[in-house]
């Protein structure tokens, strides 16, 4: 089990930049930081929300791609299944195969 | 004191004076010759015509580069003017082909947006609430 993904969703500010990357997809790092200091008076750094970013990454959450002189940054969260996976328990509303 | 002139680097000055004027609007004031190629180039809003200068100033010196690539790298707008309405704008520029770094974006007071001056900076939009 990945430790990085619990070690990233740890920090209640990395789990504010997924919240504001759930809402668009694809932010630059400066609206990531306007948002977060406009939307959620977090006055931290540039180079903070870059540190962040870099867990968040290294965790698979956010993935980076450039497109041409610019770097966006998508959420991917494929690596939360593997949360669902580990402690999944049937759903009891299920309705129960029994024999008549 | 006031502001009375602000300058944006680009890479092509002609290119500039096209984009700054036919595709945002603004009216030239100012082009006088200096030296070789370089040109004294300023724009002005057609709504404020004695109002601040913006010169499109000639990127050949060597820090520029690095100064606007680490800018557009973080995503950083080098430049910020005033719209009446920034998704009116959006949909506006965006239609001309203009290449938008962030779509409007409500953050607290303002709505902002911004976008590629295709001359080698990113220029933010925004509009006050009213």
Known sequence: ?100 | MKIHLTSVFVDDQAKALRFYTEILGFVKKHDVPVGEKDRWLTVVSPDEPGGTELLLEPAGHPAVKTYRDTLVEDGIPLAQFAVEDVNAEYERLRDLGVRFTQEPLEMGPVTTAVFDDTCGNLIQIATKPQ
């Not at chain 1, 993904?5 to 694809?26: N, Q, V």
């Not at chain 1, 968040?56 to 497109?67: D, F, I, S």
């Open chain 1, 1 to 100: 089990m990945a430790d990085d993904l619990f070690r990233a969703l740890a920090d209640p500010t990395r789990r504010t930049i997924l919240d504001e990357l759930t809402e668009k997809s694809g932010q630059t790092l400066f609206e990531i930081c306007a948002r977060l200091s406009m939307k959620h008076q977090l006055g931290i750094s540039r180079q903070a929300v870059s540190q962040h970013l870099a867990v968040l990454e290294a965790a698979g959450l956010v993935e980076t791609r450039r497109e041409g002189r610019y770097k966006f940054h998508d959420l991917n969260t494929a690596p939360l299944r593997q949360i669902t996976e580990r402690w999944l328990v049937p759903d009891a509303s299920e309705p129960e195969e029994s024999a008549p």
